[in-house]
Structures are given as C-alpha cells and as structure tokens.
C-alpha cells in the first residue's frame, strides 16, 4: 500500500514538470526550417507539449504535410480540428488565430480559418471563421496567419481571409495540433510540420523560406 502512494505521488509530481519541460524545450530550443511529425495517439484530443510560449507573436508562417489519417468517421458533432495558429493572451479571453481542418462524409477534407475575437468564440460571433478551401492527403501546403492591423490575416496556397482581431496584448504563443473537443478519432493522427523562421528583412514577404519537399 505504501509503494503504491509512493509511486502514485512520483506519477503525480513528474506530469506535471515534464510538460513544463517539453514546453521549456519548444521554446528555447530552434525547431524551425526543419520537417517534424506530430502524432496524436488514438483516442486523445493533443500531444506535448501543446503550446510554445512566444513574446511579441504577430505572424507563423509554416508548410504542412496531410496523409490519410486525417480520414475518419464524421461524428454527430464534428467541429473543427486545430491544425496551426497563435494566440495574443490567452485565446479564450483575448483574442486567437488558427488553421483548422474537417473530415465530413468520411471523405471529404476542409481546410478553414478560426479566430477568437475579444474573448468571443467564432461560433457566437460574425465572420470569425470561414472554409478556405479543400486540401487532399499526401500533399504539401504552405501557410501564413498574420495580427496585423488589428486584423487576423490568413493565406493559404492562393486563398487569402481575415476578420477583425479586436483588442490584443504583445505577448502570445503558438498553438499545436487538437482533434475535436467533443469527440477523438480511432485510430493514431499524424502531420508533418515545417515551421519557418523569417530573418528581419523577411518580416513583410509573404513567402520567406521554401524547403525541400
């Protein structure tokens, strides 16, 4: 009984510190101009770390990878999946930017634009959300969300959209891939991700770094 309430009280101290580590090291430590894969297990909505904390975040560029796990049964209550974004304070009261996809019909991919505006959720809002476009497995896409201003800014491929973006703070910090939040999928999702780091002289191109695919 007593190794049990030891080994439950180590479970219980570590969970904690290791995403504080896993966030330390996502801030710290360069990940940009380099392919990664995030892989979000079966049944769960995110992976760690789930956010990396930026000061002054105004623009993400990034290049994503799709493939068929982004496939899956449509639920009675499909929402949006969050792909990529950034958010100025806490998105739930201030205000958030993100790229978002939907399976629908079981074959069917969406791409879109979701934004939290003063705190107000895209849902009760107007115009704080919107389908850019259909996207297919196995290809690359190229994104840019931009606070610039005081508007959200998305370009995806050819697309461009923006909304309102309210009053924001300085500080902010980028936003990692969630499935659902009413339901999970069945089986394992995964994405490959580039996150581009723009030199200074960068800052009002539209397209700073192309990788190799």
Known sequence: MRLTIKILTV???????????????????????HWRTIKIKEGNHSYYPSVKFIYDLN?????????????????????????????KGMHHDGGSARLVYKCVNDTLLLIGSYCYVNGVHPNDGVGQQAVLDTI???????????????????????????????ENPSWGYMLSPFIGGVFTLDHDWAIDVLDIKKEKHDTDSLQAFKPDF
């Open 11 to 33: 479970v219980i101290v570590l969970l904690p510190l290791t995403e504080v580590f896993f966030v330390t090291y996502t801030t710290f430590i360069d990940l940009s101009n």
């Open 59 to 87: 623009e993400i560029e990034f290049y994503i990878r799709t493939n068929d796990s982004w496939f899956y049964e449509e639920p009675v209550r499909n929402g949006w999946n969050k792909v990529r974004g950034f958010s």
């Open 136 to 166: 297919q497995p196995n290809q690359v896409y190229h994104c840019i969300i931009r606070h610039q201003d005081e508007k959200f800014k998305f370009w995806f491929e050819d697309t461009y959209w923006e909304c309102d973006a309210g």
